[in-house]
């Protein structure tokens, strides 16, 4: 089974960038589609878009269209959300999310009866002045 693990969060300032990573441990990793979500403080988890088993086709809520960018290199095991033009609005905890059919992790935070197999612990993203 696969576990997940990002990393690469932290503070940046308005209008900079940061790219977050998210490891896959296990031989499997390039069976499943690879979804970024978010959380901020007192809000519910946001879908942000995912990436198919290939990566050769993306997804993404408007929220965050042309400023996101998510792509993966199954060979190191690993997807990748570049994130541009950061604003305060960005802060929260993004986790990737994992699991076999694109459409669970696209109507996971809308459809009661989705549930993504796996999740990460979350890295923190913090954008201020």
């Known amino acids: 089974q696969v576990q997940l693990v990002e990393s690469g969060g932290g503070s940046v300032h308005p209008g900079g960038s940061l790219r977050l990573s998210c490891v896959g441990s296990g031989r499997t990793f390039s069976n499943y589609a690879i979804g970024w979500f978010r959380q901020a403080p007192g809000k519910e988890r946001e879908f942000l878009g995912a990436?198919?088993?290939?990566?050769?086709?993306?997804y993404y809520e408007d929220s965050v269209k042309g400023r996101f960018t998510i792509s993966r290199d199954n060979a190191k095991n690993t997807v990748y959300l570049q994130m541009d033009s950061l604003k305060p609005e960005d802060t929260a905890v993004y986790y990737c999310?994992?699991?076999?059919?694109?459409?669970?992790?696209?109507?996971?935070?809308?459809?009661?009866?989705?549930?993504?197999?796996?999740w990460g612990q979350g890295t923190q993203v913090t954008v201020s002045v």
């Open positions: 999310s994992a699991d076999p059919k694109l459409h669970t992790l696209v109507v996971a935070t809308t459809d009661t009866n989705a549930h993504p197999e796996l």
């Open positions: 990436i198919i088993r290939s990566g050769s086709s993306t």
